[in-house]
Nanobody
Framework: QVQLVESGGGSVQAGGSLRLSCTAS???????????MGWFRQAPEGSREKVAS?????SALYGEGVKGRFTITKDNARITLQMNNLTPEDTAVYYC??????????????WGQGTQVTVSS
């Protein structure tokens, strides 16, 4: 059973930084599950939003609200999300995701359990 384990969430003041990490385990060798990985987030009473994604060629895409502040990197089955200049609007539960179609559709596939990021003003 493929598992995505996240770490690195927490609380920070506005303008601060946090780094999230996610490692995929138990991935069968014959699949392309970790070809694409990324992060989604969901704020309280908000809809799910794609934050960033990256593929095996290290091609990265970012949501409009985080461009220039967040950086996603990938090393095999592990990704990190460096978040700088955080604002209260970044407060959300952040989910690690694996699978290109999962990232494209924002549903299905493999999801982590979520890690809370709270930014205070």
């Amino acid at each position: 059973q493929v598992q995505l384990v996240e770490s690195g969430g927490g609380s920070v003041q506005a303008g601060g930084s946090l780094r999230l990490s996610c490692t995929a385990s138990a991935v069968p060798d014959y699949t392309y599950i970790t070809y694409c990985m990324g992060w989604f987030r969901q704020a309280p009473e908000g809809s799910r939003e794609k934050v960033a994604s990256i593929d095996i060629t290290n091609s990265a895409l970012y949501g409009e609200g985080v461009k220039g502040r967040f950086t996603i990197t990938k090393d095999n089955a592990r990704i990190t999300l460096q978040m700088n200049n955080l604002t209260p609007e970044d407060t959300a539960v952040y989910y690690c995701v694996a699978g290109c179609m999962t990232i494209l559709n924002g549903a299905g596939g493999y999801w982590g359990q979520g890690t809370q990021v709270t930014v205070s003003s």
